[in-house]
């Protein structure tokens, strides 16, 4: 059973920083690219950045760019995003998802996977709350 548990949310104040987790199994996380998303009341799901758990590579949002890292623990089967200068507008459920991304499902540009359709499993979220 294919199971992702986003964690590391909470509540801080403007400048701060946060780390989420994003803990996999019961799928091989090489083969697959998981990303991170949010949603704030009353707005569309986003995607924030991706990561493919093969190789490493590496995509942002504009919107989070130079702020946020993404990056992942293949032995711990654990993808983290680190988010520095957060600000109001970051504020949002984030969530973390697992797309397929290997075989000829990699010739998909790493990008089209900041669009949650693109996902195929998803964790429950964790909310992120910046105080101005």
């Known amino acids: 059973e294919v199971q992702l548990q986003a964690s590391g949310g909470g509540l801080v104040q403007a400048g701060g920083s946060l780390r989420l987790a994003c803990d996999a199994s019961g799928f091989t996380f090489d083969d697959y690219a998981i990303g991170w998303f949010r949603q704030a009341p009353g707005k569309e799901r986003e995607g924030v950045a991706c990561?493919?758990?093969?190789?490493?590579?590496?995509r942002y949002a504009d919107s989070v760019m130079g702020r946020f890292t993404i990056s992942s623990d293949n032995a711990k089967n654990t993808v983290y995003l680190q988010m520095n200068n957060l600000r109001p507008e970051d504020t949002a459920v984030y969530y973390c998802?697992?797309?397929?991304?290997?075989?000829?499902?990699?010739?998909?540009?790493?990008?089209?996977?900041?669009?949650?359709?693109?996902?195929?499993?998803w964790g429950q979220g964790t909310q992120v709350t910046v105080s101005s």
């Open positions: 998802a697992a797309s397929f991304y290997s075989g000829s499902a990699y010739l998909r540009p790493l990008k089209s996977l900041l669009v949650p359709d693109e996902h195929d499993y």
């Open positions: 990561i493919s758990n093969s190789e490493g590579s590496v």
